[in-house]
């Protein structure tokens, strides 16, 4: 029996939040939705790199990368020379960019930045900045780290992230005909610019919540799943941003995880209540939706 989103769709109006969708699955099955107007691809901003970190899962299964490959390893003629070899860019691990911890104090290739920037190999780009403190300390949210593991995957496997995961994630998940901005070179943006539904953001929820798992076909490895939906760095911030980071997910009171992208794409995972909710929005304060999510959507549960 399906119910009702009633109470969450008054507080977000109420409230002046500017909510387009919300999925809500409980044990496997469509518990509650709710569109403003109907459900269509949208851009999930960086929700996108939960998506870009199944596919450093996968190639680490297939012994193509490692936490501890570094960048030097895939582009040694970007590595530059510093005083202290600790601050060398080409000396980042793959664990140090999927936690956020690279050690730069403003992080490269921001939308803004990617918009304007001259250079067309952003990898290039991104080993020519110096760090400003030693990795793996001190979590730093950056988008630059996700496109650099993006471009990572993309050497280490011959096809860019999108075509790597299309046959390994996307069409197992009915998610077809993806569109995923990439590089001025075509390297798959990783950190933003993939677009589906937020049906299709449920199914990817729902496959989560499975340890990789879907209809009797493992996707990603279970243990992959464990590994980057647990905390692994402090983070500061609002009650849901002061709950550490994982690896491309976000952890969140209320013993959930999220994949989350600006404006309120949300892929929150409720493992205790074995459920799965998913909201697409263009509102600026995620706090709120959350806040309005654990008020409205929780007690259902």
Known sequence: MTKSLTGFVHRISEQGLNVLSARVLQNGTVLAQWDLTRDER??????SKSFTCMAVGLAIAENKLSLETKLKD?????????????????ELTLYNLLRMSSGHDAPPLWADERASLQEKDWVKYYMSLPLDRIPGETFTYSSGDTFVIS???????????????????????????????????GVTLGCAGLSISNEELSRFGQMLLQKGSWQGQQLVPADWIDFVTR????????????????CQFWMCTHEAYRADGAHGQLCVVIPGKNAVIAVNSEEDDIQGILDAVWAEILPLL
């Open 151 to 185: 471009a990572l995957v993309q050497a280490a496997v011959g096809q860019t992230v999108r075509d790597y995961l299309t046959p390994r994630l996307f069409e197992p998940l009915g998610i077809h005909d993806v569109t995923w901005e990439t590089s001025p070179l």
């Open 231 to 246: 905390k692994h760095i402090d983070n500061q911030g609002s009650a849901d941003w002061s709950q550490g980071y994982g």
């Open 42 to 47: 949208r851009l999930q901003h960086s929700v």
């Open 74 to 90: 895939f582009f040694p003629q970007y590595a530059q020379e510093t005083d202290d070899p600790a601050l060398r860019p080409g």
